[in-house]
């Protein structure tokens, strides 16, 4: 098992920065790969960035490529998603999630474990 929660969002306007953290615990967190996903209201979830258990790989939808980081730190048991130039379209929100296999990982049944998600307002 793996527990999740998110943390950081909240309200900020266009052109700023969020970063937000998803802390982890139960099963050695270096064993898992991460994902970010969002849903937006009246909104499917979509996927919005992807590291591989050690960091070496990650991948973005192309509507935040360039704008978001997605990175871990495995000594802390905690992912991280930067997200600067934030627009009003990034209002949703913020799930992490947890997978224990390898391949692909766009897709919400990828992932085995999920966080109760954080919300990010950008007002314009």
């Known amino acids: 098992q793996v527990q999740l929660v998110e943390s950081g969002g909240g309200l900020v306007q266009a052109g700023d920065s969020l970063r937000l953290s998803c802390a982890a615990s139960?099963?050695?967190?270096?064993?898992?790969?991460m994902g970010w996903f969002r849903q937006a209201p009246g909104k499917d979830r979509e996927f919005v960035a992807f590291?591989?258990?050690?960091?070496?790989?990650?991948a973005y939808a192309d509507s935040v490529k360039g704008r978001f980081t997605i990175s871990r730190d495995n000594a802390k048991n905690t992912a991280y998603l930067q997200m600067n130039s934030l627009t009003p379209e990034d209002t949703a929100v913020y799930y992490c999630?947890?997978?224990?296999?390898?391949?692909?990982?766009?897709?919400?049944?990828?992932?085995?474990?999920w966080g109760q998600g954080t919300q990010v307002t950008v007002s314009s």
């Open positions: 139960g099963r050695t967190f270096s064993s898992v790969a």
């Open positions: 999630a947890a997978k224990l296999g390898s391949g692909i990982y766009a897709y919400i049944s990828a992932y085995e474990y």
């Open positions: 590291i591989s258990w050690s960091g070496s790989r990650t």
